[in-house]
Structures are given as structure tokens and as C-alpha cells.
């Protein structure tokens, strides 16, 4: 049994930089770092969370791990699958109205991934699109309509019934609930949640919503600025936040029955420019427990106090390795 078996996916100190504006020899004048040394693993069945503010990273992480942004240093293993023709991850997009092909029958959206690797038969990909269509709630007998013809609770059932066709290891869910009613969005979570259950999938969730996060992952990873700066059990680190952003993303969600002048807003500061990178930590400037430590570049540190794997980017807390 191979490390891949038991563990899916595998990220190994990632980094992403884009090209911002070029001179008139068409080189780069800077760049705008996205991901700044992620690393993560993904255990097979489980859900792992992604959760930080807007410009965090979160979606280029996405885009990497399904293979639609070239990585500039780093890797992404994944297991290769039974077939080993069709790319183990798939992916859920944000927007089901732009991630579906308006020209296309159903039945062609969501077997389009079968059928560009293995080039089945239509009454072949017609019998799939039926079954996975009424596996996500869909009636087998619309799959001829057009995508703009359903509402956009189903246009999202149709994008994971694509994103299960070829039996991925690993789905990505891109903020899958975002653009979507609050009543819809809880039906497409517990639609989740059962296929994870009934088909023994493995989930990589990213969302800024940290209720949908703490509803719907096993574990979490919060990012700020392209680093994890903590990982561990969803209750651990949503339940008792050992890193001071993730204290203050926590604080800044609104508390139902509290008055809002009672509640302790995050700090206001906007997220630190990502084309210049501060030398040592990278919350130091927004930290209110900032020492002269935090000059020096921090690494996810293990903590020894807890039963179940948990790590801090902070030489401040209690417990590190």
C-alpha cells in the first residue's frame, strides 16, 4: 500500500507568483506572490477546510490543485486512480452560471470529463449523466434541457454531478455555496455531506464562511497572506484558536442574539500588499500580540499539548514544538 493510498493528496511548500506589469523587453516589473510555501495533506473520506479572508490565496490554492495554474515552485502528488486516464481531482466552481457551457446539453456538461479521456459512446454517457443526475436530486428525464433552463440551486447539483463523473480522488469545492439562496445553500451542503457519506469521498472545502466550515470539515486550515498559519481538528481550531489572526477572523463573525456594538470587530487593517512580502511574520504588522520575535520568519510549529496533530505559525504560543 502505497503513503498516496491513505493519503489522497499531498502539497509540498507551494508557491505562486503572477507577473505584474511588464517594461517594453516584456520582462516582469514585480510580482504578486498568491502562495507563499502551503503545505498540506488530505486524508482519504475526510474534509478538509479552507478558510480566510478575501485575497488570502484560497482560490489560487484551487486553481493549483486541480491543475489550472503551473505552480512556481512546489508540488501536488495525487493518487492516480484505478483507471489512471481521467485527472483524480475534480473541482466544484463558485458561480454555477459561468462554469457551466450555455451551448451544451446536460447530459454533455456533466460527462464531458468521461468523454474527453475515454471517448464513450452517447447512449454510454447518456445512461451516466441519467444515473449521476438523479444521484444529485435532478430528474434523469431533464438532462436534454440546456443549462439556463434550471435554477441556480441545480445548475450547482449539475456542476458536482460533473465533478463526480469521473470518479475523482479528490473534489475541490470552491466557495460551491456563496452565489447561492441561504435555504438553497443548506440543501446543496447536506447533498454533500450524503454523496461524501454514500460514496466514500474526499472533500477539499474553501470558503470564507467559517459557520459553512465548521458545518461541513473534519479539519481546517486557515490561510493569511498565501501561508497556512494554522492546522488541526475543525473543533480544535475553531472551537479554541491558537494563532492570533485565527482568533480575530473567529471574532469578526457576527454573534446571533448578541447587540453588534457588544461584539469585537477584527482588526480593521486591510490585508498587507502581496508584491512585497514583510521579511519576518506576516501577520506582524495586524498582530496585537506582536513582540520582536515576530521579526523573524515563523514556521508551522507542532503542538505537543494536544492529543491530535495541530500546528501554530507562531513562536508565541504556549505548547510548540
Request: glycine fraction near 8%; charge should be neutral; charged fraction near 20%.
Amino acid at each position: 500500500m502505497s503513503a498516496l493510498d491513505a493519503v489522497p493528496l499531498v502539497v509540498e511548500d507551494l508557491q505562486v507568483r503572477f507577473p505584474v506589469g511588464r517594461d517594453w523587453l516584456g520582462r516582469p516589473k514585480s510580482y504578486a506572490h498568491a502562495l507563499n510555501g502551503v503545505g498540506l495533506t488530505v486524508r482519504r473520506g475526510e474534509t478538509l477546510g479552507v478558510v480566510g479572508e478575501s485575497g488570502c490565496g484560497k482560490s489560487t490554492l484551487a486553481q493549483v490543485l486541480t491543475g489550472l495554474v503551473r505552480p512556481s515552485a512546489g508540488a501536488v502528488r495525487v493518487a492516480s486512480g484505478a483507471s489512471g486516464d481521467v485527472r483524480p481531482v475534480q473541482i466544484v466552481f463558485q458561480d454555477p452560471n459561468s462554469s457551466l457551457d450555455p451551448r451544451m446539453r446536460v447530459w454533455r456538461v456533466i460527462t464531458e470529463p468521461v468523454f474527453l479521456h475515454r471517448r464513450s459512446g452517447r447512449a454510454t454517457l447518456r445512461e451516466l449523466a441519467a444515473r449521476l443526475a438523479e444521484q444529485v436530486g435532478l430528474r434523469a428525464e431533464h438532462i436534454d434541457r440546456y443549462a439556463h433552463e434550471f435554477s441556480g440551486g441545480q445548475r450547482q447539483r449539475i456542476a458536482i454531478a460533473r465533478a463526480l463523473a469521473s470518479d475523482p480522488e479528490v473534489i475541490i469545492l470552491d466557495e460551491p455555496t456563496s452565489a447561492l439562496d441561504v435555504s438553497v445553500q443548506a440543501q446543496i451542503l447536506n447533498l454533500l455531506l450524503e454523496l461524501q457519506r454514500s460514496r466514500g469521498l474526499t472533500y477539499v472545502f474553501i470558503s470564507h464562511d467559517v459557520s459553512v466550515i465548521r458545518h461541513m470539515a473534519d479539519r481546517v486550515a486557515v490561510m493569511y497572506l498565501g501561508q497556512i498559519v494554522e492546522l488541526g481538528a475543525a473543533e480544535e481550531v475553531l472551537g479554541a484558536p491558537r494563532h492570533p489572526y485565527t482568533r480575530l477572523l473567529l471574532e469578526s463573525v457576527p454573534q446571533v442574539g448578541e447587540p453588534a456594538a457588544a461584539q469585537t470587530p477584527a482588526d480593521t487593517t486591510e490585508l498587507p500588499s502581496n508584491r512585497s512580502l514583510p521579511a519576518g511574520c506576516f501577520f506582524r504588522e495586524r498582530c496585537p500580540r506582536a513582540t520582536d520575535g515576530c521579526e523573524r520568519p515563523q514556521l508551522l510549529n507542532r503542538l505537543q499539548d494536544l492529543p491530535v496533530a495541530h500546528e501554530v505559525r507562531c513562536h508565541r504560543v504556549a505548547g510548540a514544538a
